[in-house]
């Protein structure tokens, strides 16, 4: 500590005296027995006078009160077994339908040099809970221990970092079915629990399209209400504005959150017959500053089998251009480095897969129905080209994490 400084005979005096002090003071901390003993000591040795120089933590690490655990042996059984429980709920929290995966790159979080990416969860804790409760029959865990075992990365949303992505349709679903419930028309308080009730699998398709023996002729059931009676409800519509610019009558296009003023009656009729479909001519919005300078993006992603490992393996692909046509012939432009560096891994290859999302102006078109078969498949050199599509509102997929980083 004080080598090579000079200082006088009394300062180290005064620092031998303290070094001293300080091992005097753990031998006769580890002489006491008990916890009771330990604990008048360590107030003894503490006061005003420590804390008005902040010594607190110093005396702390001096007394050092962990000591009192250290010879409390550790069953390792219960370690073994609090280690299984700590990676169910890892689990539990990272499925998809429990939280959702941040595409940033810099959406990570560090703690105790662990680094992860970051997911925030997509419902509250107290239904999480009962959903864990659900799925672990066996398992007895308290709401407290839930939150205590969840994971540092996986964190409750915020305004900030809210989902602002969601399907037009599905969020006037949700706000609806709030409103009943909050009117004590129906008895369950989203959509998911409203599934539960007509559905017997929650995610499987011949039950949600109504056409499982099982479960197609389950209805959702009513509680009594004054058909009459007047209710508010809010609901997002596409609204268009005029205003004026530079002495211009100009006309914009905004979707906003209206009140609805409706009878119980007409509220439950249009309950009844919401249809979630597939909209052509809804797209997805892009947005371009006036004055900035812009290049224009095209992520893919391609999934192969390996000819040598024969195993299935992915290549990250981002195109970009100055020009920002958006239309079909600019994405075949834009496909055509993508397709050079396929033929390169996969010479012989004879059937082709796409997938993306469904904007009328980009993928879901005649042009690029036409240039699939002429341009495209030629270039592939492929028997087989075939085009998937997402549904609308829903197209998020491994693309949008690589134009994200």
Known sequence: MIKGQVLTPEIKRSLLFGETLK?????NFNIKKGVREKSEFVKSISGKVTKKYRFGSLLGRLSSR?????????DPENKKKAERL????????????????????KDTVTFHKIKKQKR??????????????TSQPLIK????????FRPFWVLPPCARKRETCLCKMHSNMQLLVSKLKLEKIINSNNTTELIKEICCEKYGNACLERSCDKCKAKEISFNTYDPGEEMQYKEWRLT????LKRGVKKTCKRTVKQTQNVTKESAVKAFENYNCKYAVSEIQSAHFGAS??????????FYYRDINTSQVTNLSICTLSENLRHDPPAICAHLDPVIVEVKTLIPNLTCAHFLSDGPSTQYKNKTMFYLMGSYLAQ???VDVLRWHYSESGHGKGAPDGIGEG
């Open 23 to 27: 091992d005097q003071i753990k031998e």
């Open 66 to 74: 962990r000591l009192m655990y250290k010879r409390i042996p550790i």
């Open 86 to 105: 700590r990676k169910m709920f890892e689990e539990f929290f990272e499925r998809d339908d429990v939280s959702r995966m941040c595409p940033g790159k």
């Open 120 to 133: 925030y969860l997509n419902d509250t804790l107290q239904n999480l809970h009962k959903i864990f409760l």
């Open 141 to 148: 865990a308290s709401y407290a221990q839930f939150c205590k």
């Open 240 to 243: 268009t504005e005029i205003f």
């Open 292 to 301: 900035k300078p812009q290049i224009s993006l095209h992520t893919v992603v």
């Open 379 to 381: 270039k592939l050199g």
